[in-house]
Every structure is written in structure tokens, then in C-alpha cells.
């Protein structure tokens, strides 16, 4: 987007926010009150934190838990308002405010965000993590990873604060999609980087990339066949309603990014700078259990209401598309240049090594 769109956009935002109603949008004009009246309470600073989902997802469990955490220990100094989904906008529209300092902390997932920083491509390729979600863990807090991402985010004017597993990529569709043959023509709606249509064409499909508001619509209407996502979002979107199939290929981990305003980031206090590291690591295993356990229980809700039937890819199955997906690596590779060959290498072998160490 250029830049006097993207000041359109912020400045739109910021409209919102105010309208919104939220407290003072400037950390500076809280501590700056709070200095000129020595003996009134000082006011709470206000950070704002934007989700690419609804409330009662993966990813605001996440903010609930980083709010509760953050207030606590800051004992009554920071306020964290939470941003569900709809409140702001669509994912690139987020990420966009962020960068301008409209808000402070937000959730930016590759499969949106490999627009801005093509690297990040990388989490959308099919067949890269392990399907243990242990060794992706180990995989994904590595500081060896972080730092040949933080810079990238850095030239986008974005911290990295940590890299989340949501749950398993789940196929949803009007049939079972056990073969690359299945996949032929199949209208799959994919988010809107665009490595993500070239994974689903290596299948044969025809992928659509749109944002995650049109998807329910989009099935309803019958623009496209089916969509991709972890569980407990085809079953809060009510995605399931218009499927009759969820296959399970274990293909890929949903990732997202937890990022923060690097300008903002860069200013905080070193406590606050501090609180909010610690915090983003202790969240990276919480997390973890809370997905799986969001995960089962809204496939068994699901499963329980009928009308949706599990598929689960055998081990032949799923190796006849892994070796459909490999030469989509050369597409990532053409487009992320050698800083997203570097990035692969390095998560190949740490996945390969956690998984030794876990078999071992
Ligand atoms: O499919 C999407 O676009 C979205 N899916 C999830 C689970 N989270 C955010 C993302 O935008």
C-alpha cells in the first residue's frame, strides 16, 4: 500500500479508536499527566492490543492471558484493551495500523502477512514442521530462528514478540479430500499471501485467496468449495455449518506472529520492555496447551451436532502429497531470495534434530 494510503488507513483507525471510546490513546499523555499532578494517582497507560480473530479464539485466550499477566505485575500502571476481530479491520489492515503506531501490540499470521515480509512465507509451506507439536514448539522459540526473523520485522518497522502454534491446518469441504485427484478444481479459499495459492494449485485446485470475514459468505453462497483452518476457528466461524467434511492431513500448523510497534517497543521503560518479554515467553507453552485443548473439544462439539464427518489421511496418503508440495519450497525460495532460503535450511534442521532428540 503507498504511504498516503496507508496514513488514510491509520488515520482511519485512530478515528475509530476514538470513537471507540478507549482512554487516552498516548502513553506519553499519561505519564505526562501523572508528572504535573505529584500527588493524584498516576493514570494506567493504555496499550492496545488488535485480534485477527473473535473473541473465545486461540488468539484471544492469548491476549486475555497476556492482559491478566501484564496488569497484575504492573500493579494497576498498564491497562491492555483487546481488539477482537471486526473491531479494527482484516489482518493487513492491523498490521498496517501497527506500523503507523495507531496501536501497540497485534496478531499478524504468515498467511497474511508474507505480503510485507515474504520469509514468513515459509510457515505456509505444506510439509516443513514436524506434525509434533513438541518438537515446534522447541522449533519455534529457538533463538536461532528469532534472530533471522526479528530483523525482517525490524525493516517493517514491527518487534517480534513470538511465533504461535494454533492447531492443526484442517481441510473443509463439500467431499472427503484424501487425493491430490479430490483437489482437482476444488474452489479452496486460502488467506491472501499469495505462496498459498501456489501450495493448493501444486494439488491441482483452484485457490481463492480472500479475507477471513468473506469465507462463511463465500460458502454460503457457493463461491467457493471448501477452506483451510484449525478447528476451533471452522467451528467459532461457523464454517461447518456449510461443510460436510473435515479432513485432517496434519500438512501444517496455523502459525501466527505476535508483533509490537517497533517505534513503541524501542521507547518503553526497560521494565515495561522487560514485562512484556517475559510475558510473550512464558505465553509460547501456555498456549500450546490451551490450542489443543480448544482444538479437541470444538472437533468433539462438531462431531457431537452431527452432519460433519472426520476424515484422517493414512500415511500413504499424506506422502503422496508431501511429495506434491515439495517443489512449491523453490517457489518461496524464488520469491523470499536467499534471507528465505537461510530461514528454511535452518527450520528443516531444527525440526529434523528436535525430532531425533524426541525419538531418542
Ligand atoms: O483464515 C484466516 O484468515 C484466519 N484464520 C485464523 C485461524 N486466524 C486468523 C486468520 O486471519
Not at 9 to 20: E, N, R
Not at 210 to 233: H, K, M, R
Amino acid at each position: 500500500m503507498n504511504t498516503s494510503l496507508r496514513r488514510f488507513s491509520s488515520l482511519v483507525a485512530v478515528l475509530a479508536l476514538v470513537l471507540a471510546g478507549c482512554s487516552d490513546p498516548s502513553n506519553e499523555a499519561a505519564e505526562s499527566e501523572a508528572e504535573s499532578q505529584p500527588d493524584a494517582a498516576p493514570e494506567p497507560v493504555t496499550w492496545r492490543f488488535a485480534l485477527e480473530e473473535i473473541e473465545g479464539s486461540v488468539q484471544d485466550a492469548y491476549a486475555q492471558e497476556f492482559k491478566r499477566r501484564i496488569e497484575e505485575r504492573s500493579d494497576g500502571g498498564i491497562e491492555v484493551d483487546i481488539y477482537p476481530y471486526g473491531a479494527l479491520g482484516t489482518s493487513s489492515q492491523l498490521t498496517e495500523m501497527l506500523q503507523d503506531g495507531a496501536i501497540e501490540l497485534a496478531f499478524a499470521s504468515p498467511g497474511h502477512l508474507a505480503d510485507a515480509i515474504p520469509e514468513v512465507g515459509v510457515f505456509t509451506l505444506h510439509f516443513v514442521l514436524s506434525d509434533n507439536t513438541e518438537v515446534n514448539r522447541q522449533v519455534l522459540s529457538d533463538e536461532r530462528v528469532l534472530d533471522l526473523f526479528q530483523p525482517l520485522y525490524n525493516d517493517e518497522d514491527m518487534q517480534l514478540l513470538g511465533i504461535v502454534q494454533e492447531g492443526w491446518m484442517i481441510w473443509s469441504g463439500d467431499k472427503p479430500l484424501r487425493s491430490p485427484e479430490d483437489f482437482k478444481d476444488f474452489r479452496i479459499r486460502t488467506m491472501t499471501s499469495p505462496i498459498l495459492v501456489n501450495s493448493y494449485e501444486a494439488y491441482g485446485a483452484n485457490p481463492t485467496p480472500t479475507p477471513y470475514s468473506e469465507v462463511y459468505s463465500g460458502l454460503q453462497l457457493g463461491q467457493i468449495d471448501g477452506q483451510v483452518n484449525p478447528i476451533f476457528a471452522i467451528e467459532e466461524m461457523s464454517f461447518y455449518e456449510e461443510q460436510d467434511y473435515l479432513t485432517s492431513a496434519r500438512h501444517a500448523q496455523f502459525i501466527s506472529t505476535v508483533i509490537a510497534s517497533q517505534d513503541w517497543y524501542a521507547d518503553l521503560s526497560d521494565e515495561h520492555r522487560e514485562l512484556v518479554d517475559s510475558v510473550s515467553a512464558e505465553l509460547n507453552d501456555w498456549i500450546d496447551a490451551v490450542q489443543i485443548q480448544y482444538n479437541e473439544e470444538r472437533l468433539q462439539k462438531m462431531l457431537d451436532e452431527g452432519g460433519t464427518e472426520w476424515v484422517e489421511l493414512t500415511d500413504a496418503e499424506r506422502e503422496v502429497f508431501r511429495e506434491a508440495s515439495l517443489d512449491v519450497r523453490d517457489v518461496y525460495i524464488d520469491n523470499a531470495g536467499e534471507s528465505g532460503k537461510e530461514i528454511l535450511d535452518t527450520i528443516l534442521e531444527l525440526v529434523e534434530e528436535a525430532e531425533a532428540e524426541t525419538e531418542g
